[in-house]
Protein backbone atom coordinates (compact mmCIF):
# COMPACT_ATOMS: atom_id res chain seq x y z
CA UNK A 1 0.00 0.00 0.00
CA UNK A 2 1.33 3.27 -0.82
CA UNK A 3 2.13 5.77 2.13
CA UNK A 4 -0.51 8.95 2.12
CA UNK A 5 1.66 11.86 1.10
CA UNK A 6 1.53 14.11 4.20
CA UNK A 7 3.38 11.09 6.20
CA UNK A 8 6.39 10.94 3.11
CA UNK A 9 9.66 11.66 4.01
CA UNK A 10 10.30 15.19 2.66
CA UNK A 11 12.62 15.87 0.33
CA UNK A 12 13.87 18.67 1.87
CA UNK A 13 14.78 16.84 4.52
CA UNK A 14 16.86 14.10 2.61
CA UNK A 15 18.48 16.91 1.25
CA UNK A 16 19.46 18.35 4.74
CA UNK A 17 20.90 14.82 5.52
CA UNK A 18 22.72 14.47 2.43
CA UNK A 19 24.45 17.43 2.89
CA UNK A 20 25.43 16.55 6.66
CA UNK A 21 26.39 13.25 5.46
CA UNK A 22 28.75 14.48 2.52
CA UNK A 23 30.40 17.63 4.80
CA UNK A 24 30.95 14.52 7.74
CA UNK A 25 32.74 12.97 5.07
CA UNK A 26 34.58 15.95 4.23
CA UNK A 27 35.49 16.29 8.27
CA UNK A 28 36.81 12.93 8.57
CA UNK A 29 39.27 13.00 5.24
CA UNK A 30 40.13 16.52 5.75
CA UNK A 31 44.08 16.52 6.36
CA UNK A 32 45.01 18.97 9.47
CA UNK A 33 43.68 22.24 10.94
CA UNK A 34 42.86 25.14 8.45
CA UNK A 35 39.82 27.12 6.90
CA UNK A 36 39.07 24.14 5.23
CA UNK A 37 38.57 21.75 8.03
CA UNK A 38 36.75 24.29 9.67
CA UNK A 39 33.76 25.10 6.79
CA UNK A 40 33.42 21.36 6.54
CA UNK A 41 32.95 20.93 10.68
CA UNK A 42 30.60 23.96 10.37
CA UNK A 43 28.77 22.63 7.67
CA UNK A 44 28.60 19.18 9.17
CA UNK A 45 27.32 20.76 12.96
CA UNK A 46 24.85 23.09 11.05
CA UNK A 47 23.33 20.22 9.38
CA UNK A 48 23.44 17.67 12.10
CA UNK A 49 21.57 20.57 14.06
CA UNK A 50 18.97 21.09 11.95
CA UNK A 51 18.35 17.45 11.07
CA UNK A 52 18.06 17.30 15.01
CA UNK A 53 15.44 19.97 15.44
CA UNK A 54 13.27 18.16 12.30
CA UNK A 55 13.54 14.88 14.53
CA UNK A 56 12.55 17.29 17.48
CA UNK A 57 9.36 18.67 15.76
CA UNK A 58 8.85 15.46 14.63
CA UNK A 59 8.32 13.63 18.04
CA UNK A 60 6.15 16.56 19.16
CA UNK A 61 3.92 15.73 16.01
CA UNK A 62 4.28 12.09 15.87
CA UNK A 63 3.19 11.88 19.90
CA UNK A 64 0.66 14.77 19.30
CA UNK A 65 -1.07 12.24 16.51
CA UNK A 66 -1.21 9.19 19.04
CA UNK A 67 -2.65 11.41 21.63
CA UNK A 68 -5.58 12.32 19.25
CA UNK A 69 -4.50 14.91 17.14
CA UNK A 70 -4.95 14.28 13.55
CA UNK A 71 -4.49 17.60 12.27
CA UNK A 72 -0.77 17.16 12.28
CA UNK A 73 -0.73 14.67 9.39
CA UNK A 74 -2.50 17.15 7.61
CA UNK A 75 -0.45 20.35 8.25
CA UNK A 76 2.99 17.57 7.14
CA UNK A 77 4.76 17.33 10.19
CA UNK A 78 5.25 14.03 9.61
CA UNK A 79 7.05 14.02 6.65
CA UNK A 80 10.36 16.26 8.64
CA UNK A 81 10.15 18.83 6.31
CA UNK A 82 11.20 22.07 7.92
CA UNK A 83 9.53 24.64 5.75
CA UNK A 84 6.55 22.88 7.09
CA UNK A 85 6.35 24.16 10.42
CA UNK A 86 4.34 27.03 11.52
CA UNK A 87 7.10 29.40 12.36
CA UNK A 88 10.18 28.78 9.80
CA UNK A 89 12.11 31.53 11.57
CA UNK A 90 11.61 30.60 15.45
CA UNK A 91 12.02 26.46 14.81
CA UNK A 92 14.76 26.54 12.01
CA UNK A 93 16.76 30.19 11.38
CA UNK A 94 16.68 31.52 15.30
CA UNK A 95 18.17 27.81 16.38
CA UNK A 96 20.46 28.41 14.26
CA UNK A 97 21.41 31.84 14.58
CA UNK A 98 21.69 31.15 18.83
CA UNK A 99 23.95 28.42 17.91
CA UNK A 100 25.97 30.24 15.37
CA UNK A 101 26.46 33.30 17.81
CA UNK A 102 27.05 31.31 21.38
CA UNK A 103 27.30 27.72 20.21
CA UNK A 104 24.44 27.23 22.46
CA UNK A 105 21.71 23.89 21.34
CA UNK A 106 18.42 25.89 22.13
CA UNK A 107 15.03 24.59 19.91
CA UNK A 108 12.80 26.74 18.64
CA UNK A 109 9.10 26.91 18.14
CA UNK A 110 6.80 24.71 17.02
CA UNK A 111 4.41 22.31 15.38
CA UNK A 112 1.08 23.74 15.81
CA UNK A 113 -0.70 21.20 18.15
CA UNK A 114 -4.97 21.61 18.53
CA UNK A 115 -4.08 20.86 22.05
CA UNK A 116 -7.52 20.58 22.70
CA UNK A 117 -7.77 17.36 20.52
CA UNK A 118 -5.29 15.04 22.83
CA UNK A 119 -6.95 12.86 25.32
CA UNK A 120 -6.53 13.72 28.65
CA UNK A 121 -2.96 16.07 30.96
CA UNK A 122 -0.90 13.11 31.15
CA UNK A 123 -0.91 13.02 27.09
CA UNK A 124 -0.68 16.59 26.84
CA UNK A 125 2.32 16.69 28.65
CA UNK A 126 3.74 13.70 26.63
CA UNK A 127 3.68 15.57 24.01
CA UNK A 128 5.56 18.67 24.92
CA UNK A 129 7.95 15.88 26.99
CA UNK A 130 8.89 14.67 22.92
CA UNK A 131 10.89 16.94 21.69
CA UNK A 132 13.86 17.19 24.78
CA UNK A 133 13.66 13.65 24.84
CA UNK A 134 14.31 12.86 20.78
CA UNK A 135 16.86 15.74 21.68
CA UNK A 136 18.55 13.36 24.53
CA UNK A 137 18.81 10.48 22.17
CA UNK A 138 20.22 12.25 19.48
CA UNK A 139 22.75 12.98 22.55
CA UNK A 140 22.84 9.69 23.35
CA UNK A 141 23.33 8.49 19.72
CA UNK A 142 26.36 10.79 18.85
CA UNK A 143 28.11 10.24 22.80
CA UNK A 144 27.38 6.19 21.66
CA UNK A 145 31.34 5.71 20.07
CA UNK A 146 32.80 7.85 22.81
CA UNK A 147 31.63 5.11 25.51
CA UNK A 148 31.70 2.47 23.42
CA UNK A 149 35.49 3.30 22.67
CA UNK A 150 34.71 3.27 19.23
CA UNK A 151 36.55 6.26 17.98
CA UNK A 152 40.14 5.08 18.30
CA UNK A 153 41.96 5.93 14.96
CA UNK A 154 38.80 7.92 14.01
CA UNK A 155 40.37 11.79 12.80
CA UNK A 156 40.45 13.76 15.69
CA UNK A 157 39.19 16.83 13.68
CA UNK A 158 35.87 14.22 13.25
CA UNK A 159 35.84 13.22 16.55
CA UNK A 160 35.38 16.87 17.91
CA UNK A 161 33.23 17.86 16.03
CA UNK A 162 30.93 15.00 16.98
CA UNK A 163 31.51 15.82 20.27
CA UNK A 164 30.42 19.52 19.75
CA UNK A 165 27.01 17.45 18.33
CA UNK A 166 26.97 15.94 21.38
CA UNK A 167 27.37 18.82 23.34
CA UNK A 168 24.17 20.90 21.57
CA UNK A 169 21.89 18.03 21.94
CA UNK A 170 22.77 18.12 25.54
CA UNK A 171 22.30 21.54 26.11
CA UNK A 172 19.08 21.52 23.86
CA UNK A 173 17.71 18.76 26.18
CA UNK A 174 18.54 20.64 29.77
CA UNK A 175 17.44 23.92 28.14
CA UNK A 176 14.05 22.96 26.51
CA UNK A 177 13.05 20.66 29.24
CA UNK A 178 13.34 23.81 31.71
CA UNK A 179 9.90 25.13 32.98
CA UNK A 180 10.06 28.37 31.65
CA UNK A 181 6.82 29.55 29.61
CA UNK A 182 7.35 29.10 25.56
CA UNK A 183 9.64 26.11 26.38
CA UNK A 184 8.30 22.60 26.09
CA UNK A 185 9.23 22.36 29.55
CA UNK A 186 6.98 24.17 30.70
CA UNK A 187 4.12 22.57 28.23
CA UNK A 188 4.93 19.45 30.45
CA UNK A 189 3.68 21.19 33.37
CA UNK A 190 0.75 23.42 31.86
CA UNK A 191 -1.66 21.03 31.69
CA UNK A 192 -1.79 20.49 35.75
CA UNK A 193 -2.00 24.18 36.85
CA UNK A 194 -5.32 26.01 37.19
CA UNK A 195 -6.95 27.95 34.87
CA UNK A 196 -5.72 31.58 36.43
CA UNK A 197 -1.91 30.45 36.04
CA UNK A 198 -2.03 29.45 32.57
CA UNK A 199 -4.23 33.13 31.85
CA UNK A 200 -1.76 34.99 33.95
CA UNK A 201 1.65 33.06 31.90
CA UNK A 202 0.06 33.47 28.63
CA UNK A 203 1.20 36.52 27.68
CA UNK A 204 4.61 35.95 28.72
CA UNK A 205 5.62 32.45 26.49
CA UNK A 206 6.57 34.64 23.51
CA UNK A 207 9.75 35.81 25.54
CA UNK A 208 10.86 32.71 27.48
CA UNK A 209 13.25 31.93 24.52
CA UNK A 210 14.72 34.95 24.34
CA UNK A 211 14.88 35.40 28.38
CA UNK A 212 16.99 32.09 28.55
CA UNK A 213 19.51 32.98 25.94
CA UNK A 214 20.12 36.26 27.25
CA UNK A 215 20.84 34.70 30.75
CA UNK A 216 23.14 32.49 29.32
CA UNK A 217 25.21 35.25 28.44
CA UNK A 218 25.86 36.61 31.81
CA UNK A 219 28.92 34.80 32.36
CA UNK A 220 28.06 33.71 35.93
CA UNK A 221 24.79 31.81 34.77
CA UNK A 222 26.70 30.38 31.49
CA UNK A 223 29.48 29.07 33.82
CA UNK A 224 27.62 26.64 35.77
CA UNK A 225 24.99 25.74 33.37
CA UNK A 226 28.03 24.69 30.96
CA UNK A 227 29.79 23.04 34.29
CA UNK A 228 26.59 20.98 34.55
CA UNK A 229 26.91 20.03 30.49
CA UNK A 230 30.34 19.09 30.78
CA UNK A 231 29.43 16.88 33.57
CA UNK A 232 26.52 14.97 31.96
CA UNK A 233 28.78 14.63 28.54
CA UNK A 234 31.58 12.91 30.64
CA UNK A 235 29.41 10.80 32.16
CA UNK A 236 28.65 9.88 28.31
CA UNK A 237 32.25 9.74 27.53
CA UNK A 238 32.60 12.34 26.24
CA UNK A 239 35.83 15.11 27.30
CA UNK A 240 34.94 18.61 27.56
CA UNK A 241 38.01 19.75 26.18
CA UNK A 242 36.68 17.59 23.15
CA UNK A 243 33.49 19.63 22.77
CA UNK A 244 34.76 23.04 23.27
CA UNK A 245 37.32 21.72 20.32
CA UNK A 246 34.81 20.78 18.14
CA UNK A 247 33.46 24.34 19.21
CA UNK A 248 36.68 26.23 18.50
CA UNK A 249 36.59 24.36 15.03
CA UNK A 250 33.38 25.03 14.17
CA UNK A 251 33.36 29.01 14.48
CA UNK A 252 36.40 28.71 11.88
CA UNK A 253 35.59 32.12 11.57
CA UNK A 254 37.63 33.19 14.67
CA UNK A 255 41.35 32.69 15.71
CA UNK A 256 42.07 29.27 16.06
CA UNK A 257 43.07 27.79 19.62
CA UNK A 258 46.62 26.64 18.84
CA UNK A 259 46.54 23.61 21.13
CA UNK A 260 42.80 22.52 19.11
CA UNK A 261 44.72 23.14 15.85
CA UNK A 262 47.99 21.21 17.41
CA UNK A 263 45.99 17.70 18.29
CA UNK A 264 44.82 17.91 14.60
CA UNK A 265 47.74 18.59 12.86
CA UNK A 266 49.74 16.01 14.95
CA UNK A 267 47.29 13.47 14.84
CA UNK A 268 45.94 13.57 11.02
Known amino acids: MAVAAPRRISPVFLGIAAVTA ?17 VAVFLFVTG ?3 VSLCLHEYAHARTALHGG ?22 SVLLPVLFLVM ?5 PGGAVFVERHRIRGRLRLSLVSAAGPLANALFALGCAAPFWLGALDGVPVGFRFALAFVALLQVTAAVLNALPVPGLDGYGVVEPWLPERVRRGVEPFAPYGLLA ?14 FGLVDGVLGALGVAGAESSCGRDLYRFWQEAD ?8 VTR
Open 22 to 38: VAGWAVWSRPGAGPGLG
Open 48 to 50: AWV
Open 69 to 90: DASVAARGYLTLDPLKYTHAVL
Open 102 to 106: GGIGL
Open 212 to 225: VFVLLLAPEVNQVF
Open 258 to 265: PVCAFLVD
